[in-house]
Structure formats: C-alpha cells, structure tokens
C-alpha cells in the first residue's frame, strides 16, 4: 500500500491548478510529454512530483560547502548584516516512481525497488537507515487524483479493487520517490491498515514539509504523517485496472455508477429504458406509422450506442508498457497487482544455458537408462518352473490350463462340468 494511483492530467493542467486554485508558486515544471498521463500509475513510472528547487544533495549545504558557509555568516556577523533570506523556488518535476538510494553503486534488482515505493511514518521516527538523509533534505508532494486499493475476499482468493479520492474536490540523473504511508483513518479500515499521508492544498503543512530550511528532522515534521481527516469517497471499480498498462477514464468511475460504460449491466438497463420510451410514443400515432417510427428509432438507438461505444472506447492497453503483472510481491504491504521486469539479454542468455544442460542431462541419463537396461528385457525369459527330478510340476490354482484352453475343453466336453478333483494333483 500504495501500489497503484491514477493522475491523467497535462503537467501544464496541474501546474495551473495548483497555482490559481491552491496558490501555490511555481516557478518550473516539465512539458506534457515528460509524464504519462494514466488512470493507472504503476511503479516504475515517471510521474509528477511537487518539491522546493534546491541542489542535487538537497537541502542546507553540501559537506563540502559547509565550511564556506561558515566563514561567510562569520563576516555577515562581524559587518553587522544578518542578511535576507533567499527567496525558495519550487516545481513540479517528473521523477520515477520506486526509490533509488543515491549511494546504491549499482541499479537495484527489481524485487528491491518494489519494496522502497512506500515509505511507513513509524520508520522515520529514528536517524537511521535508509530514509534518514531524504527525510532531512529530500522532502517532496507526490500529485495525484486519487489511488487504488485491493479488498481481499475468500481467504484473499479474489480481490476487488477499490478507488480512493478526496470528497472535495544510465549518464542521465535518475530523479525518483517513494509515498509515506500511515495508519488507514476509521473510514478505510475495513480495506487496509494503511492508507497514504494526505495533505491539503496549500495548507500549513504543506509549506512546512517542504521548507528547505528544515534541513533536520524533527517532531514538528514527524507530526505531519498521520492519517487524513477529511471525509474521503471510496467505492468498487473495474478490475481492469489489476493489469499494468491498461488505462481507461471508466477506472475511476464507480462499477455501479450509470455513467460507467463498462458496467455490461447498465448498457442493457440504458437501452431497455431508452425503448420503452420509444415505444410509448409510437403508441400514440396509427398503426403503419408506428410500424415505421418503431423501426427508425431502433436504429437510431443501436446507431447511437455505436457511436457512443466508438467515441469512448472501453480499457486501452498502453503500447509502451511491455511488463507482465503479478499477484503479490513479496515484503511489500500492499494489495495491489505490481509489475514484472522485462527480461534482460543476461537472463535469457542464462535461460538457454540452463536448457542446453538440461537437455545434455536429460541425454546423458536416456544412454546410461538404455546401457542398464533390466534382466528381464535384455536376456530371454526365464522358466518360473523349477525342475524337479523329471516329473512336471502343476499349479494349484490354473489346473495346467489358460483361460482360452479350458473354454475350448468346456465346448468339447459332452458331459460339462470341469475335471475331476485328483486332476489337480500329480500322479
């Protein structure tokens, strides 16, 4: 949890919004191809973010340019000017959804990456680990329209999705982040114990979280993550969305909403209504002309509900997302379907060599199984009988005879019956 979210706006749409609607200042934001603008946000890609523009290494100074600091406030001091503070700029920037520490030497495998797409609240308590220097000098806003998550059924055999959203309303840097989760507020307990830490438009504590000035973590920021107050909508929708790439606006439209295109139920429901309403007034006129208004309006209804269905197409599957989807991931702690890595030339290089040794194994073991062939068919069979001082030996149950034999004696015989009891014995 969160493992999938929906933003289908333009950069320029968001960057608009948050400045005239929430009065945000925005001094930079990428243009509408840098994102991709989905109902079905998965991790890996690049999506936008909200941050103060700062350097590279963050907030505050960097260790090497601590020092200088230092003589540059001593001489502000001595000179008597306290000096101004700088004006901070923020923008919106695409980064790469699924966190990257900066000191990794080398691209994480992909399980690792899936597991630092969340972040809890209760592990930031501590100055340790792997969020520590992100938590004090990388704080950023991740923008979304809202997020999904899975409600378990059957002993977790099947799970529906449900959409979450506020009632109101290689040489190249690899810019990434991850989503803070807290505790789920009363409203979503009943679909999981964690829900992501939301913030409010322009509030207080959005401005405190991203202050460049709080290059220190501190109870004050700690205090931001907790869960939301505000009165949330939650509500199923279509399962289509469990498949990565596959994007569609109906994903945020409640299954059983009458606007959902793809609710097969309403479909039918829209179309009976619609006839009966047809027909009603081809009650009223004679009968030949109901006959033929009757018919017109059924192909203009059918023509109508074509065109509907051309106009909005039901799920598109994104032509740039080649990634297969699994059920559950683990060591992460949330519900929702993640993607497969695409394999590598290594990996399918490394799949053909484990199959050209098996099939040398499985070579190896058919000639060494033909070489040890069993006695029995290699060497002529053996008599189950054991000679015994030239007298023949009968047994007790088959009276010397196979089935067939006895058949043929049974027909011959005038009298019937079988052989007599001391037939069974030797002479």
């Known amino acids: ?11 320029s749409a968001v960057r608009h919004q948050l400045q005239h609607d929430a009065g945000l200042p925005i001094d930079d934001a ?79 495998d992909y399980g690792s990456m899936l597991k630092t797409i969340n972040c809890r609240d209760d592990s930031l308590i501590e100055n340790r680990g792997l969020w520590n220097s992100m938590k004090q000098k990388k704080r950023c806003v991740v923008i979304c329209q809202g997020f999904y998550e899975w409600l378990k059924k059957n002993g977790a055999k099947e799970k529906i999705p449900h959409f979450v959203r506020r009632k109101d309303g290689s040489d190249e840097k690899l810019y990434t982040y ?12 009943f ?65 059983s909403s009458s606007d959902n295109k793809q609710n097969i139920a309403n479909f039918f429901s829209n179309k009976k209504g619609a006839t009966k309403e047809k027909e009603k007034e081809v009650k009223k006129e004679s009968t030949e002309e109901a006959k033929i208004v009757k018919k017109d309006s059924v192909n203009e209804e059918e023509e109508k509900v074509a065109s509907t269905l051309k106009d909005e197409p039901l799920t598109r599957h994104d032509p740039e997302e080649d990634r ?23 990996s399918e290089e490394a799949g053909m060599k484990r199959k050209h040794e098996d099939s040398d194994e499985e070579r190896a073991r058919q000639i060494k199984t033909r070489r040890t062939a069993s006695p029995e068919e290699s060497s002529p069979k053996k008599s189950t009988t054991t000679p015994s001082s030239g007298r023949k030996t009968r047994s007790a149950t088959s009276n010397g005879t196979t089935a067939r034999d006895a058949a043929k004696k049974t027909r011959n015989s005038t009298a019937g019956g079988s052989k007599k009891i001391t037939n069974f014995f030797a002479p």
């Open 191 to 255: 679909l999981h114990d964690r829900m992501p830490v939301i913030l409010d438009q322009g509030d207080e504590a959005m401005r405190v979280w991203l202050d460049p000035k709080r290059s220190t973590w501190s109870k004050e920021l700690q205090s931001l993550l907790k869960p939301y107050k505000g009165e949330l909508e939650v509500y199923p929708v279509s399962k289509e969305v469990g498949k990565v790439g596959n994007n569609s606006p109906s994903f945020i439209v409640p299954i």
């Open 30 to 108: 990428p243009d509408d191809e840098a994102t991709r603008q989905s109902y079905n946000v998965a991790p890996g890609y690049y999506e936008l973010i909200y941050r103060a523009d700062v350097p590279d290494w963050g907030a505050g100074a960097s260790k090497h340019h601590q020092e200088a600091q230092k003589d540059t406030a001593a001489a502000a001091a001595e000179e008597g000017d306290g000096g101004e503070d700088e004006h901070v700029k923020y923008k919106l920037q695409a980064m790469k959804w699924g966190l990257v520490p900066s000191w990794t030497k080398r691209n994480p």
């Open 178 to 189: 991850t989503i803070i989760t807290t505790d789920s507020n009363d409203q979503l307990k």
């Open 324 to 346: 297969k989807t699994i059920k559950d991931e683990e060591g992460t702690e949330d519900n929702a379907p993640l993607p497969v890595p695409p394999e590598t030339k290594e």
């Open 1 to 11: 949890m969160c493992g999938r979210y929906a933003l289908a706006l333009r950069p």
